[in-house]
């Protein structure tokens, strides 16, 4: 595609609910990453991954947030039981290479837990 | 203490006058730097990307870096109401280059 797609753009989700978020990179781009992005901060890295290889998944704050790219394309960001802290914009990224060049972005999807 | 920092703003400046926004970071050992421009509401874009000390240029964008004092900034030349949006300030991870740390972004509004 021309560029990287993410979906659903907005989501509300009750606290407890399980949502799951897709990011669609740029086609050919080897590397993908997620961030977290709160009102007013910069964005706070999350997960890397390497074709299907999650190589880094350091930034991830607690075991209800999860990752996938099981085929090394279209990557999901899985948060179960939602709590009011998870508000926030979750941006993924593609990179042709390592990333080390710097990132497009989609255009986010803003989680908003109620 | 954040591993990159950033004046918050605002930052005001007149159209067609310089602005000049900066950023320090902690690890001595970064080699990556960039800066991302995110208009409200939208996702941050890369505008420009530096590696070695000193200048780069790249239109009306100047970047320059100093390792040495760990200090990083983004010059522009006669500024544009459109250049108003909040500027963040990026640095790639020393072992993972293409993990990057953020700052929370200097706001920059030009006035006509």
């Known amino acids: 595609g021309a560029g990287v797609s993410q979906s659903p753009r907005y989501k509300v989700a009750k606290r407890g609910q399980d949502v799951a978020l897709r990011c669609d990179p740029i086609?050919?781009?080897?590397?993908l990453f997620w961030y977290q992005q709160a009102l007013g901060q910069g964005p706070e890295f999350l997960t890397y991954?390497?074709?299907?290889?999650?190589?880094?998944k350091s930034g991830l704050p607690s075991d209800r947030f999860f990752a996938e790219r099981p085929e090394g394309s279209v990557s999901t960001l899985k948060i179960q039981r939602t709590q009011q802290e998870d508000s926030a914009v979750y941006l993924c990224?593609?990179?042709?290479?390592?990333?080390?060049?710097?990132?497009?972005f989609g255009s986010g999807t803003r989680l908003t837990v109620v | 203490q954040k591993e990159v920092e950033q004046n918050s703003g605002p930052l005001s400046v007149p159209e067609g006058a310089i602005a000049s926004l900066n950023c320090t970071y902690s690890?001595?050992?970064?080699?990556?730097f960039f800066w991302y421009r995110q208009y409200s509401g939208k996702s941050p874009e890369l505008i420009m990307s530096?590696?070695?000390?000193g200048d780069k240029e790249d239109g009306r964008f100047t970047a320059q870096l100093n390792k040495a004092s760990q200090y990083v900034s983004l010059l522009i030349r006669d500024s544009q109401p459109s250049d108003s949006a909040t500027y963040l300030c990026?640095?790639?991870?020393?072992?993972?280059?293409?993990?990057?740390?953020f700052g929370d972004g200097t706001t920059l509004t030009v006035k006509p």
């Open positions: 990224a593609s990179s042709l290479d390592l990333g080390a060049d710097g990132y497009t």
């Open positions: 086609s050919g781009h080897v590397s």
């Open positions: 991954f390497q074709n299907e290889a999650q190589l880094d």
């Open positions: 690890d001595r050992g970064s080699q990556s």
């Open positions: 530096i590696y070695s000390n």
């Open positions: 990026a640095v790639g991870d020393n072992t993972n280059a293409g993990k990057s740390t």
